[in-house]
């Protein structure tokens, strides 16, 4: 079934190590999202990706990095997590970058930080 | 104040109910709005689209703009507990980032 994998779905870390989380699409996006989601705040935008080779920052950017080396994959890095990081994350893709796109989400990631 | 305002809920109604869940939103410059559904420990899925204002319908669920009000709305007709779940609100201006409301919880009954 086509979509966006997430891995891993659940992950329990200390502060202060290095944690990638995985995104792979297999529609062919050329756009790619990433949110966190928190109680009460809702989803918010980390960083995103218009295109292979290029990302932009979202709304909440420090502490998170991505990467596009390809149309498929985007990975985002916690250089060094801390608590505040504790969130459940999701990965996202539309067929072109804009806010008129619709999107299409994974199936999260739990993280927390202790 | 946030762009878009949700009304977290819960909301609780009986199988069979009309349910009716709202956004407001402050920029007028908004023109793409649209409703996620999104199930306990899963991703948002997208419900319903629409651009500027107006209504679409589709099976037991109309979304419906208010661009004068600044004020969207999505009507769930005879309600399943499989509506069960958290609906998100989103909205655009073409070239920006979608912007999301905070969600509401809905609970249907049997």
């Known amino acids: 079934i086509a979509g966006i994998t997430q891995a891993p779905t659940s992950q329990i870390l200390a502060a202060g190590r290095r944690m990638t989380l995985r995104c792979t699409q297999d529609m062919r996006h050329n756009a790619m999202y990433w949110y966190r989601q928190d109680l009460g705040l809702g989803l918010r935008l980390i960083h995103y990706s218009n295109t292979a080779g290029t990302t932009g920052k979202g709304e909440v950017p420090d502490g998170y990095s991505v990467s596009r080396a390809n149309t498929d994959d985007f990975p985002l890095t916690l250089a060094s997590a801390v608590p505040s990081q504790t969130s459940v994350y999701f990965c996202?893709?539309?067929?072109?970058?804009?806010?008129?796109?619709?999107?299409?989400f994974g199936d999260g990631t739990r993280l927390s930080i202790l | 104040q946030k762009e878009v305002e949700q009304d977290p809920g819960p909301l609780s109604v009986p199988e069979g109910a009309i349910v009716s869940l709202n956004c407001t939103y402050s920029n007028s410059a908004f023109q793409y709005f649209m409703w996620y559904r999104q199930y306990s420990r899963k991703g948002p899925e997208l419900l319903m689209y629409t651009y500027s204002s107006g209504n679409k319908e589709d099976g037991r669920f109309t979304a419906q703009v208010d661009k004068s009000s600044k004020y969207i709305s999505l009507f769930i007709r005879d309600s399943q507990p499989s509506d069960s779940a958290t609906y998100l609100c989103a909205m655009s201006v073409n070239s920006r980032e979608l912007v999301f409301g905070k969600g509401t919880k809905l609970t249907v009954n049997p």
């Open positions: 996202a893709s539309s067929v072109q970058g804009g806010g008129n796109q619709p999107q299409h």
